[in-house]
Nanobody
Framework: VQLQASGGGLVQVGGSLSVSCAAS????????MRWYRQPPGKQRELVAV???????QYADFVKGRFTISRDNAKNTVSLQMNSLKPDDTAVYYC?????????????WGQGTLVTVSS
């Protein structure tokens, strides 16, 4: 199973950007899908989670600004980021709980850099 993230880039303060992640490989189902981020010089932190049925949770620092969504048919998860701030600058990683033949396993994508410029 591979998770491929895309969509990062440079955006100005107050702007919007969307990042996406696609899962590929052999598996039965993807349960929770998550976005984490790691700001420069800081630890990785959870940004948002979406369950298979669509239930979502957000970190307080992105509530009202970011929206996580998924397409179960395409095995993708996206993160729409609005009203971006310099503190949102980070490498964004997708993460998923995948049910395959050997059981459940957690996977990480390779990360995509989002830079918010003031």
């Amino acid at each position: 199973v591979q998770l491929q993230a895309s969509g990062g880039g440079l955006v100005q303060v107050g702007g919007s950007l969307s990042v996406s992640c696609a899962a590929s490989g052999s598996f039965l189902r993807i349960n929770a899908m998550r976005w984490y981020r790691q700001p420069p010089g800081k630890q990785r932190e959870l940004v948002a989670v979406i369950q298979y049925g669509g239930g979502t949770q957000y970190a307080d620092f992105v509530k009202g600004r970011f929206t996580i969504s998924r397409d179960n048919a395409k095995n993708t998860v996206s993160l729409q980021m609005n009203s971006l701030k310099p503190d949102d600058t980070a490498v964004y990683y997708c993460n998923a709980d995948v049910w395959a033949a050997g059981g459940f396993r957690n996977y990480w994508g390779q990360g995509t850099l989002v830079t918010v410029s003031s």
